[in-house]
DNA sequence: GTGAAAGCGCTAACAA
DNA sequence: TTGTTAGCGCTTTCAC
């Protein structure tokens, strides 16, 4: 590991003049020519910063840390933390994750983060909720992935729920769909109710309007399949909009027993794609993805431009359907991103 | 953050004096009473070392990389993800993750972790391959994590593949079945070798014996889809031991079509349990659940032993249903987690 | 037994 | 325009 001091000595300069030009502070200061040689030793010697010596004296380290609930138990964590790390790797950056799944330590790992000295802080809840974030956190950098915060004073990246349903229930009514079902979540979510209003709101924009009996909030398990299967015998519908893959199974189920077959009979549009339904369900079914990457990207983007108190580049953000939001939004601001629909059309 | 120059004025000692203390290296060189009111001041000033000054001295970081393919896509890497931090908490380490997902850019991100001086490497495959470790790895300590080395020259943790297959066939020969079913995965992998090899080798203890045409290894969507309907219709099986969620499915669905309710007319076992899965089907499914918590967990301890340089006590390992493994074997050691066993009996 | 001092690799005042 | 110097917080040798 070639350091600043064998750069010097290679080159016939001090360190600290190799430290200038290496961190960009050389305009006007070295002259361009020394500069130059000692750019070219660096590369040649393959020079790489010391990150942690670096730390020691600005007390930056350019490590990003993540905290979330339910990494364990959801597959959509990997996808937020993975775009989270893309972004931060583009702007040289790392990222240490910590979990407090069902454990009471999460003031401990923030401790343990802070004295890695982390620049500052994802904080995430798995599927858009209403989260407190710790006072422990006040004092860093602070962006909310998935999640809105309680005392709505820090930035956050979530879905743009409403979209979600208004654009996959329009897609419904002009597959020509007639009757069509919210399959939703009974639990008090964000996203329940802004998908719940989306699709109200596409369908009040239409002949059939909205029915509150193709309404039909579940939980899980039997209970779930049994308000389902009730949904089917009062009001057969022949599209469904489903609020995620949970959900969409019920009605496979359902019509399975009834001989009914998803794509011809009946459509389907889910939110979400869970691995499993992606070998068995598609193609016939329509989902509409949440774009987990994009919100860790995006993420990763806003804290980055708050550690660095400038703005970034929103030009090089990954795109997803919707228009790019407005970046440089004073805090508080709510980013949304918006959905990536996959599959094909459900009938 | 208190500092050791600070315990030492607060205290009358040196610094040198407080980091003998505070390290454990006091024994016969610094005064009981001395080393006893460095560590009261310690205490009262709630100090905690500054990790980044020390790495800078001992090149240890108390860092571990865990590289990995495939987080963004399966829900198992995060209990991997979590039983290491676990353990690497416990043991005062922590754990940056970076996945390599669809991207060349696995070598930069090695170098990067080097260049954040990690101690070691975890190297994971999702759902147990043969892997072979980048040569850039060869220089510091790794274990492989559901993953076998190609070269045979590494330690790894992965699933008792053979176990898991023989146990829950075995439930299935209990539960009163007589023409049981491998679906399995027409994919050249250890799990899917290991298993069928579980699942035959239980039968053949048995009256029945093992059946070549109850086998049926298939793929994904439509296809595996009809290749189970064929079974079903040529067979006509009673219990199912399915590979993954996936093929349970395929399972459910053929089921659901002929009007058979799993857990009454057909009993299936099937390895793995997707979120979604534990809300819809649970609990007719029995379902045999991989230890992938312990194998991050193991997995930790392990490389956490090699770059200490002294066995660890596996007595604070969380278990599985199976015996302890031996632990202080010799490199290349494989270390096989046993399975958990959730949910259930099939009928 | 204890402390002074050097130095890990880097940055940032300040001098020259 | 460049170099000297003084640390960041900690470990470690070596005098005392």
């Avoid at 454990?103 to 000295?117: C, F």
């Avoid at 077959?261 to 989902?287: C, W």
Wanted: with cysteine; glycine share 6%.
């Amino acid at each position: 590991m070639t350091t600043m001091k064998e750069i010097a000595e290679k080159t016939g300069v001090s360190v600290s003049t190799v430290s200038l030009v290496l961190n960009k502070r050389d305009a006007g200061r070295v002259k361009p020519d020394i500069a130059r040689r000692v750019r070219q030793t660096a590369t040649d010697l393959g020079y790489k910063p010391n990150p942690l010596a670096r730390s020691l004296r600005t007390s930056k380290t350019r490590i990003l840390g993540f905290i979330s609930e339910e990494v364990a138990t959801t597959p959509y964590a990997g996808g937020i933390i993975l775009g989270a790390q893309d972004a931060a790797s583009t702007y040289g950056y790392m990222l240490i994750t910590v979990s407090t799944d069902g454990r009471a330590s999460e003031e401990s790992e923030i401790a343990a983060l802070k004295r890695y000295g982390v620049d500052g802080f994802f904080y995430s809840k798995m599927s858009n909720r209403i989260a407190t974030v710790p006072k422990s956190l006040s004092d860093y950098p602070v962006v909310l992935v998935d999640a809105t915060d309680a005392n709505n004073a820090l930035p956050s990246v979530e879905p743009d729920e409403f979209r979600i349903a208004f654009d996959a229930t329009s897609r419904l009514i002009e597959a020509g769909c007639e009757r069509i079902a919210y399959i939703g979540c009974s639990e008090n979510m964000i996203a329940q109710d802004g998908r719940l209003a989306g699709y109200r709101a596409a369908l009040e924009g239409t002949d059939q309007g909205f029915d509150e009996s193709l309404v039909c909030n579940v939980l899980n398990n039997g209970p779930a399949l049994r308000a389902v299967n009730a949904l089917f015998d009062t009001r057969n519908p022949d599209g469904f909009f489903c609020f995620n893959d949970a959900r969409a199974w019920y009605v496979y189920e359902c019509a399975a027993r009834r001989g009914l077959t998803v794509g011809r009979d009946i459509s389907v549009v889910g939110v979400d794609n869970h691995r499993v339904f992606a070998e068995t369900l598609e193609p016939q079914l329509t989902t509409v993805e949440l774009p987990h990457y994009e919100m860790g990207y995006w993420a990763a983007c806003k804290l980055i431009s708050m550690i660095e108190d400038k703005p970034v580049d929103t030009a090089k953000w990954p795109r997803t359907t919707s228009p790019m939001p407005p970046l440089d939004a004073p805090i508080p601001a709510k980013i949304h991103c918006a959905l990536i629909e996959k599959g094909s059309v459900a009938r």
